[in-house]
Structure formats: C-alpha cells, structure tokens
C-alpha cells in the first residue's frame, strides 16, 4: 500500500475539473448499443471508465482513442465475450453490463470484479431482468457477482425493483429495455435515492435517440425495438471531483478557481453549490464559462443535510464539517454503506484519528466543530473518494498527516495528486 504525508499549506491557483466518470460511462455503452460511429469528447480515462471500454469491447464494439475523444463503432447485435468481464472496482460497469449482456444475440456472459465488487448487492436488478424474461444469476446465489448472464434478448413486460439501494439498478433497466422485444413498464417500489443519475441516464438516453415515458421516479414506460443513433457527444467536467478540490480549497484556507464544469447538465454533486450557500462559504459561480472561484478564510455554519440524492457527497461534507460551527448532521445515506466501501463507518473511524467528536448515525454521521485537528495516520481503505476527502482533511491539520491508499485515486481521478502539487500543495509518498 502506497501513502502520501501532506503537510499543510494553502492551495491558491486555478485548476481545470477532470470530464465526468459518470457521463463517460453512460456515453461509451449507448455509443456502443448505437449502429454507427459515435465519437466521445474529453472522455474521463480512469480505472472504472476503462473498465466500461473493455467490457463493450468485448461485446462487439469498436473503441479507438484518437487524441482527445473516443471513437466507438457500436452493434446492433451484441457479441457473446469470449472471455470473462471484468469490472474491477466499478458498480456503474456491473450495474450497466450486467443488464446490456442480455442483449447479445447468444450465450452467456460472466461478469465478475474485484473483492468489492464481488460483496456489492446486484439481486433487485437480476430480479427485475428475471420478471422481463432474461435469465440470469448469481454464481453463488447469494445475489452478489459474480453474475452470469444468457443472451437471446430481453422479452419486455413488467419489472418491479426497488429504489432505496442504487440509483444504478434503475439505469441499467431504462438503458437495456429499448431494445426489448414488446413494451417495458418499470415500476420503483419506496424512496429512490440518487435521482440526478437517473436524470443524467434519461438525459444521454434522449441525446442518444431514446424514449422513455416516465411518472416522476416512480414509473417508467419504455416502447421496444428502439435504435440508438451515433451521436458527437462532448463530457462535462466532473462535479464529484469538483466537490473534492472545493473541499481542499476550503479547509486549506486559500483561493481556487475550477474551471471546465457545465452547469447544465443534471449531475447529483452539483449540490455541492447549494450546500456551500447554507454554510455561508465565499464562492462565485460564472456558469457561461463553466467556472467557480472560491475563498476558504470564512467561518462556516453548520447544518442539518440531506443527502439522499448527492450520497458520494459524504466524504465531502464530513470533512467540509470539521471546520463548521457548532456542527453537521448528514442524513440520508444510509445506501453510502453500499458503496467501495461502507462510507459511514469508515468516515467516523478515520475523523476520530484526527480529533473529531463524530457520532455514527444509521443513515449517517454527526460532526462538531475540531478547532484542532492532530496529526495521524489516515486509511481510505482503498476507496477514492476516501482517500482524495481524507487528504482534504489533512490539509486542515496543524501538522502533517499520512493518507493511505494513494493507488485507489486511479479509479476516478488519475490527476488528484499532480493537480493539488499545482495549487501549491505539499506532499511526499510514503511506502509501506
């Protein structure tokens, strides 16, 4: 495991957002299920992105890198792999290609990842493929990966899931099930969490010439024997890293401006913006040229959050917490135990290390005000968005820190390290 000591110091500067993990992912598979060529624009080319180019590949498609875009010729009929897929770390991956390989014309796929991945729920979704007659298991049959799943197409016709575990169950239904033989109709049983990615599915659905009928988050109607068309297709910048730097940015005391975001597409961490106005930060927004510039030497105000539809906001605001008075309630998580990792846990673990008085809810956390937070060791356990929010936190110490799990940040933001030496962070690797 490799670690970096941070030493506290002020980040000022501008940095430019790295492209949307999520809108990539969404852009290569429709790209993919499109007769035709398609081309991706500044494409995020992370661990997880590259997962989703392999897995389509292995379908059937045609996926070139040629300077700063992705060329992809997709299929109209899906190749059944001649080799097992593996998704690595990421659940957006599974989630996707577990509903698409019922799509391939014939045979089996097995779909399988890391150990993470392999303890992350996937029943609801092999449940519902079940009901629109796609048959598909568990290896195990213990609901976890890894799945196996038949081709021969989906039949269509009524599927139930729930929608309190992952927005992503969700997804991979609405993304599959145009190109079903009859008419699909999803009904989502309780609370859905995570509706931004859903609008950003429906949204890349519709760019991409789908049709979907809906009925708030509740129901979805979908007509068979849809054709996606080829499409130029350009990635935002990524508000889930931009949420990160804005951590960093805020607890290290200085100026940063970001730049390459897009304000008008739907993407679930652009609440960030909305929870810095409750807690009183000093940030301006310039939406026509895609930037935000903001100041971390105000007080912050504390707060009662709900961040059901936001969840990879935790990391993010239990840190941002730490240097609000009196102190951050976060609720509406409780699916961010579903996660790389159970983020809750992990979170009130790692910020005692520092000093912090943090109780653990069971949908989430309760953070005082740390006017000092101590020098230690911190342990992302191999979770990204750990490790990149755990540093944030380093930078607010007195003194320096070790952060554990360096290699994880490949998976969604290759970058994090040389962008934070740019804004004028000091650290040094640390091997153990």
Known sequence: MTGIRVIPSELCG???????????????????????????????LARDTIATIEACKAFGASIEKMGDRLQIDGKDILNAPSDIIDVENSGTTMRLVTAIASLVKKGYSIITGDESI?????????????????KCYSSRQNGLPP??????????????????ISSQFVSALLVATPKAKSKTSITVHGKTVSKPYIDATLTMMRIFGGKVVRK????YTIEPNQDYRPTDFVVPGDFSSASLLIASALLSGGEVTL????????????????I?????????????????TLSGDKELRGGDFDLSDSPDLLPVLSIIALKARPRVVIRGVEHARFKETDRISILVKELSKLGANVQELRDGMIVEYCE?????????????????????????????????????VDVSYPSFIKDMKSLGAIVERVRR
Not at 259 to 274: C, G, R, V, W, Y
Not at 381 to 407: K, N, Q, T, W, Y
Request: net charge neutral; hydrophobic share 35%; aromatic share 4%.
């Open 372 to 408: 000092d937070l101590k020098s230690c060791s911190l342990d992302a356990h191999g979770d990204h968005r750990l490790f990149m929010a755990l540093f944030a936190a380093a930078m607010a110490s007195s003194r320096p820190c070790i952060v554990e799990g360096l290699e994880s």
């Open 276 to 292: 810095l106005e409750r807690m009183g930060a000093d940030f301006e927004t310039n939406k026509s040229e895609g930037g935000i």
């Open 14 to 44: 501008k940095v430019k957002v790295p492209p949307s993990k999520s809108y990539t992912h969404r852009a290569i598979v429709l790209s993919s299920l499109a007769s035709g060529r398609s081309k991706v624009n500044k494409p995020l």
């Open 147 to 164: 799945i196996i799943v038949r081709g021969g197409g989906i039949r269509g016709g009524e599927a139930e899931i729930r929608g309190d």
């Open 216 to 219: 708030g988050y509740s129901e």
């Open 259 to 274: 730049e390459n975001l897009n304000f008008s597409l739907p993407q679930a961490d652009m609440h960030i913006l909305d």
């Open 118 to 134: 392999r303890s992350r729920p996937m029943q609801p979704l092999l449940s519902a493929l079940s009901s629109l007659g796609v």
